[in-house]
C-alpha cells in the first residue's frame, strides 16, 4: 500500500468523528482520554484524541497547582506513551501516520516555486530542541497568570495545525465564535499563513525545522526497533536517494538521524537495493549505530 493512503487512513482516525455536525461541538468521549501518535489538535471538532505536546504542557502548567500524588498519573502517562511509540516507530510516525504532516505533503504539490532550503542537520535540531525547551517546558512551567495557571505556549501561540483545525474548523461550525476573535488568532493566523508558504516552497518545512513532536520522536531513531540499514557495497553512489529524500539527507551518513522521517523514498527509489528496513531486535536497542 503506498504512504498516501497510510496518510489518509491515520488522519481519518485521528479526525473521524462525525458528530462535530450534528452537536457542533468538540468529541470529549472515552478516546479523548488518549493522544494521538501525530500532530492533531484536541479541541479539532473531528478529533477523536488529545495531543501529546499539549498533554505534555498541561503537565508542566500543573505542577504549582497540584500535589504530586496527582501528577504522577499524567507523568508516567506521557512517558510511557512517548517511550512506547518513540521506541516502536521513532518518526515512521512523522512520515506514515501524522496529520499534519500529510497536509504538507498535499499542499507541497499545488503549483509554487519551489527551492530545497539546505539548512544543516545540527541546526535544525537546535531549532527544534529550542521550540521543545522554551514553548512546551519553560514558558508554561515558569509563566503563570494573576489566578496562578500558566499558559500552553505552543499550543496558543505557535502550533499552525490548532490554528488550522481547532481555530477555523470551530468558527464554520460556530460562527458566534467570531465575535470572540482577538489579536492572538490574527497573529496564529499569519502565522500558520506564513509556514504554509514556506511548505509550498520547501517540503515539510515545518517538521524539519519547528516541530518539537517530531524531535521526540527523532531522538529515538537510533536506538528505536525500527531502523533503516545501508549496505556499501550494492552502492553505486549515484545518489538518487538524497535527491527524492523530504528532509534533505545525506545518504547514509544520516540515515537514521534524528530527522529520518522514515518516508522510504530512499529504499523505493534505489536501484541496487543498498538500502533495507530492518527491525531491530530488543535486546540491540541499545546499539546506536546506524
Same mark, same amino acid.
Given at each position: 500500500?503506498? !504512504?498516501?493512503?497510510?496518510?489518509?487512513?491515520?488522519?481519518?482516525?485521528?479526525?473521524?468523528?462525525?458528530?462535530?455536525?450534528?452537536?457542533?461541538?468538540?468529541?470529549?468521549?472515552?478516546?479523548?482520554?488518549?493522544?494521538?501518535?501525530?500532530?492533531?489538535?484536541?479541541? /479539532?471538532?473531528?478529533?477523536?484524541?488529545?495531543?501529546?505536546?499539549?498533554?505534555?504542557?498541561?503537565?508542566?502548567?500543573?505542577? !504549582?497547582?497540584?500535589?504530586?500524588?496527582?501528577?504522577?498519573?499524567?507523568?508516567?502517562? +506521557?512517558?510511557?506513551? $512517548?517511550?512506547?511509540?518513540?521506541?516502536?516507530?521513532?518518526?515512521?510516525?512523522?512520515?506514515?501516520?501524522?496529520?499534519?504532516?500529510?497536509?504538507?505533503?498535499?499542499?507541497?504539490?499545488?503549483?509554487?516555486?519551489?527551492?530545497?532550503?539546505?539548512?544543516?542537520?545540527?541546526?535544525?535540531?537546535? $531549532?527544534?530542541?529550542?521550540?521543545?525547551?522554551?514553548?512546551?517546558?519553560? $514558558?508554561?512551567?515558569?509563566?503563570?497568570?494573576?489566578?496562578?495557571? *500558566?499558559?500552553?505556549?505552543? /499550543?496558543?501561540?505557535?502550533?499552525?495545525? *490548532?490554528? #488550522?483545525?481547532?481555530?477555523?474548523?470551530?468558527?464554520?461550525?460556530?460562527?458566534?465564535?467570531?465575535?470572540?476573535?482577538?489579536?492572538?488568532?490574527?497573529?496564529?493566523?499569519?502565522?500558520?499563513?506564513?509556514?504554509?508558504?514556506?511548505?509550498?516552497?520547501?517540503?515539510?518545512?515545518?517538521?524539519?525545522?519547528?516541530?518539537?513532536?517530531?524531535?521526540?520522536?527523532?531522538?529515538?531513531?537510533?536506538?528505536?526497533?525500527?531502523?533503516?540499514?545501508?549496505?556499501?557495497?550494492?552502492?553505486?553512489?549515484?545518489?538518487?536517494?538524497?535527491?527524492?529524500?523530504?528532509?534533505?539527507?545525506?545518504?547514509?551518513?544520516?540515515?537514521?538521524?534524528?530527522?529520518? +522521517? !522514515?518516508?522510504?523514498? /530512499? #529504499?523505493? +527509489?534505489?536501484?541496487?537495493?543498498?538500502?533495507?528496513?530492518?527491525? !531491530?531486535?530488543?535486546?540491540?536497542?541499545?546499539?546506536?549505530?546506524?
Amino acid at each position: 500500500m503506498k !504512504r498516501k493512503w497510510f496518510q489518509l487512513v491515520s488522519t481519518f482516525i485521528h479526525n473521524g468523528y462525525p458528530g462535530f455536525l450534528i452537536i457542533n461541538n468538540i468529541y470529549t468521549g472515552f478516546l479523548k482520554n488518549f493522544c494521538g501518535p501525530g500532530l492533531n489538535c484536541h479541541s /479539532c471538532p473531528a478529533s477523536f484524541f488529545t495531543c501529546p505536546l499539549g498533554i505534555l504542557q498541561n503537565f508542566f502548567i500543573s505542577i !504549582r497547582l497540584l500535589p504530586w500524588q496527582v501528577l504522577i498519573g499524567s507523568f508516567f502517562y +506521557i512517558l510511557s506513551f $512517548l517511550l512506547l511509540f518513540g521506541l516502536l516507530l521513532g518518526r515512521f510516525i512523522c512520515g506514515w501516520l501524522c496529520p499534519f504532516g500529510f497536509f504538507q505533503d498535499l499542499i507541497y504539490k499545488i503549483p509554487f516555486f519551489k527551492k530545497k532550503m539546505h539548512i544543516p542537520l545540527q541546526t535544525r535540531c537546535y $531549532l527544534k530542541f529550542l521550540f521543545l525547551i522554551f514553548f512546551v517546558i519553560v $514558558l508554561p512551567l515558569s509563566i503563570v497568570n494573576e489566578f496562578g495557571y *500558566g499558559i500552553l505556549w505552543f /499550543c496558543k501561540y505557535i502550533c499552525p495545525a *490548532g490554528t #488550522l483545525e481547532a481555530g477555523y474548523f470551530n468558527l464554520l461550525i460556530k460562527p458566534s465564535l467570531l465575535y470572540f476573535i482577538g489579536l492572538v488568532f490574527y497573529l496564529k493566523t499569519l502565522i500558520l499563513l506564513f509556514l504554509i508558504i514556506l511548505c509550498l516552497i520547501d517540503l515539510r518545512f515545518f517538521c524539519k525545522n519547528i516541530c518539537p513532536l517530531g524531535f521526540i520522536y527523532g531522538t529515538f531513531n537510533k536506538i528505536g526497533l525500527l531502523r533503516l540499514s545501508f549496505n556499501q557495497n550494492n552502492c553505486n553512489s549515484c545518489k538518487i536517494c538524497e535527491k527524492v529524500c523530504p528532509s534533505n539527507l545525506s545518504i547514509p551518513e544520516e540515515i537514521n538521524s534524528v530527522e529520518c +522521517i !522514515r518516508c522510504l523514498n /530512499c #529504499l523505493k +527509489i534505489c536501484p541496487t537495493k543498498a538500502i533495507k528496513l530492518e527491525m !531491530r531486535k530488543p535486546y540491540e536497542v541499545s546499539n546506536c549505530k546506524a
